[in-house]
């Protein structure tokens, strides 16, 4: 990423706002380093067109776990679009109640994606692991290796040994304000190495003030982020920055 980002939103639904071309502006106007998941292959070309001149925001190729049930079919378009990008989100799995059913597809279309990654290499992953973390742990290191790709984990929710486990696997970690909130998120963050944190709004499904969490708003997970590892507000959108630049480099 050059110029070097002012602050980091790792995971955010551009094309779920109103105005997809305004949400990029208002990144690149912040210096909002950006990862723009999709959650349909079929979405990745407009993201694509319209950040083509963008300093700051990168679109992500994805397939939702949400979506999978009726979008599997796209999985042919995912594998002819992925040699465009470096890259893929937002992808994994969920075993929340309104998904489970569709686990056995899930599965399967998470493992052809960590296999196509694998294949190409150099991949950068935004990954859902809803209820699933150790699933998602054991695809990573079966299909994934960790010099064929690596992996941000998009608010992991598993538990303090899981999330060792993914640290031992070279995963990150995009942490937003929403995971903050409650004691037993902020006592894992605490626990993950300081080198693999980024920051996420998960927007526009975070709210703020009742309201969709602007794009690349992350100045409050950032602030509360300063606080949990006791140190400056600068010092740790710093550090977020540094953790990007290290991660892409
Ligand atoms: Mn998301």
Redesign the pocket.
């Known amino acids: 990423m050059s110029p070097r980002p002012h602050q980091v939103d790792f ?1 955010c ?1 551009l094309d779920l706002y109103p105005d997809l071309a305004e949400a990029i502006a208002r990144c690149d106007a912040a210096q909002t380093a950006t990862l723009a ?1 999709t959650t349909t292959p079929k979405a990745f070309r407009q993201n694509v067109k319209l950040a083509q001149r963008s300093k700051f925001v990168r679109v992500g190729l994805g397939l939702h776990p949400h979506l999978v049930a009726e979008r599997s079919s796209e999985l042919a378009l995912f594998e002819a679009l992925l040699s465009e990008t470096r890259y893929v989100g ?1 992808v994994g799995l969920d075993a929340g109640p309104r998904f489970y059913r569709s686990m056995p597809q899930q599965i399967e279309v998470f493992r052809r994606v960590l296999e196509m990654c694998c294949a190409q290499g150099g991949k950068i992953l935004s990954v ?1 692991s809803v209820r699933t973390a150790s699933k998602v742990l054991d695809m990573i290191e079966e299909f994934l290796p960790r010099d064929r790709g690596q992996v941000v984990m ?1 608010w992991f929710s598993g538990t303090r040994a899981e999330a060792r486990r993914a640290t031992e696997l070279g995963c990150y970690f995009s942490i937003n304000q929403v995971m903050l909130e409650k004691p037993k998120g902020q006592e894992l963050v605490q626990s993950l190495p300081t080198n693999r944190l980024l920051t996420e709004t ?1 927007g526009p ?1 975070v709210e703020e003030n009742a309201q969709p969490i602007a794009p690349g708003a992350v100045q409050k997970v950032v602030h509360d982020l300063s606080n949990i590892l006791n140190i400056s507000v600068g010092h740790a959108r710093e550090m977020v920055v540094q953790n990007l630049v290290e991660l892409v480099s």
């Open positions: 995971h639904h998941v937002e859902h998009h998960d499904f």
